[in-house]
């Protein structure tokens, strides 16, 4: 097979060949096999063609707005300058948590829940699993108004929330020492999402239904400029619309309009090896789990795909540039998560730590997402502020932007506007 005939698969997306300069991905229908095509055609086709929507990041919001412009009949044109769900990318990690205990954010809840079918069915056409139903438990030292507005929120939609008392806690998880610990809320339903591979397994079925992808830097529209033209890579895009769903890099993009409303931050997650033998911290024993502990959360999964326990503290770290900033954790870090792991986990006493990843957080004032139109443009759309708890959410927040986006409306609810945005970080939604 040589390299002009080889065909656009899974594989090119893995190693992120798909670039602008080289590679482009497009399929011409289901079941169509993807083709390997040169440099100039690639830039024939991007510069000849007059695309409905561009989608600027291939993240996990921007690769669910694809698919949902592509399923309303839209000509998707999606770029992303690292590939999709790429190292730097918020969505690169290997898992993320799904979960519908949000306190009293309704919304997110019911977000969590519609999103989960979306998952599970994106899922159940993977080769390997996308999602793994280990049930999900937050569990607390007392009763708090988090916890008391979930329970409410769950009553109130009739979705369903098992309440556990450290008895029954103790009786199902024994591989955790709850002590302190009052009570956990477990939601049998939810679990662990395979982050990267999902975003890959995505853009490759939005690649064979007939979408175009192409890996390359986009910029922004010119502020004096037609906003329906932007450059990828140099080459100019003709577009009815653009939304940009950069993730971290939306602040840079847009440093004045977003530079003051979004905080990008650090967030280091390692992973311990169980010792060997033990099967209580494999996905059919151990939840994701995540310790409210006064509102200092940790938080961690099991040993899924046999890559390591995950332990990770929720804070906001310090600000992070997420071109720049260095991915690796510092021997403090690896402290504190240790003396944490070994209270909570005792058999994880002395397990080594084998793997770590830094990320970044692209957190709004209060947690809520932006979905909204640019204020100068009339086709311009912004998509971000993941905010630590976004990657579940991608299936909903990418319909709600191609709606907005197909019907040229502006934000879907007042909460993910951008008038909502502030300019001082109050973290709301956990
Ligand atoms: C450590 C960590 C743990 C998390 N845990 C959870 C969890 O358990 N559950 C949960 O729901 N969420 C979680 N999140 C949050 C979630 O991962 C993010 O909210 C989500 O991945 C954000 O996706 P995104 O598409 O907005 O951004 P990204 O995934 O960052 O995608 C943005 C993309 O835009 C591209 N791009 C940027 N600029 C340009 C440009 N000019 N031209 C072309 N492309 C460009 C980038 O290359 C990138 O691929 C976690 C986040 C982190 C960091």
Redesign the pocket.
């Known amino acids: 097979m040589t390299p002009k005939s080889a065909s656009i698969n899974r594989r090119a997306l893995l190693a992120g060949v798909a670039a602008l300069g080289s590679v482009a991905a497009t399929g011409s229908g289901k079941g169509s096999s993807l083709s390997e095509k040169t440099k100039s055609q690639i830039q024939a086709n991007i510069r000849d063609n007059v695309w409905d929507v561009v989608v600027?990041?291939?993240?996990?919001?921007?690769a669910w707005t694809a698919t949902h412009l592509q399923r309303l009949g839209k000509k998707v044109l999606l770029?992303?300058?690292?590939?999709?769900?790429?190292v730097?990318?918020?969505?690169?990690?290997e898992t993320?948590?799904?979960r519908s205990a949000y306190g009293a954010d309704a919304i997110y809840s019911q977000m969590a829940t519609e999103s989960l079918a979306e998952w599970k069915a994106l899922s159940s056409r993977a080769a390997l699993p996308l999602f793994h139903p280990t049930g999900v438990l937050m569990f607390f030292q007392t009763m708090v108004d988090y916890a008391e507005q979930s329970i409410e929120v769950h009553k109130k939609l009739e979705l369903p929330l098992d309440m556990l008392d450290t008895k029954a806690l103790t009786a199902k998880f024994p591989q955790l020492d709850f002590a302190g610990v009052e009570f956990g809320l477990y939601e049998a339903e939810f679990g662990v999402l395979m982050?990267r591979r999902s975003v890959l397994h995505l853009v490759e079925e939005y690649v064979r239904a007939g979408g175009t992808y192409v890996r390359?830097?986009?910029?922004t529209p010119e502020p004096d400029s037609d906003s329906h033209s932007l450059k990828i890579d140099g080459e100019s895009v003709q577009t009815d619309a653009v939304i940009y769903?950069?993730?971290?890099?939306l602040p840079k993009?847009f440093p004045d309009l977003l530079g003051p409303r979004f905080l990008v931050t650090r967030?280091a997650?390692a992973f311990v090896a169980p010792p060997a033998g033990n099967d209580g911290f494999g996905p059919d024993a151990l939840p994701g789990w995540a310790d409210f502990n006064g509102g200092d959360l940790y938080?961690g999964f099991a040993d899924i795909e046999g890559r390591g326990f995950k332990i990770?503290h929720d804070q906001h770290g310090p600000a992070f540039d997420p071109d720049m900033g260095g991915r690796r954790i510092a021997d403090g870090e690896y402290d504190r998560l240790r003396r944490y792991m070994e209270r909570r986990f005792p058999e994880l006493t002395g397990q080594p730590f084998v793997g770590e990843?830094v990320?970044?957080?692209?957190n709004s004032s209060n947690g809520d997402f932006l979905i909204d139109k640019h204020p100068d443009f009339e086709r311009v759309y912004l998509?971000?502020g993941?905010?630590?708890?976004?990657?579940?959410?991608g299936p909903e927040v990418g319909r709600m932007a191609a709606a907005m986006v197909a019907n040229a409306t502006s934000a879907p609810d007042q909460r993910f506007s951008l008038t909502s945005k502030e300019t001082t970080h109050a973290r709301a939604v956990i």
């Open positions: 600027v990041g291939a993240g996990v919001f921007g770029v992303d300058a690292g590939g999709p769900a790429n730097r990318a918020s969505s690169g990690g993320r948590m799904t982050a390359g830097q986009a910029t769903a950069c993730g971290p890099c993009l967030q997650v938080y990770a990843r990320c970044q957080y692209t998509l971000g993941g905010s630590g708890h976004g990657f579940k959410h």
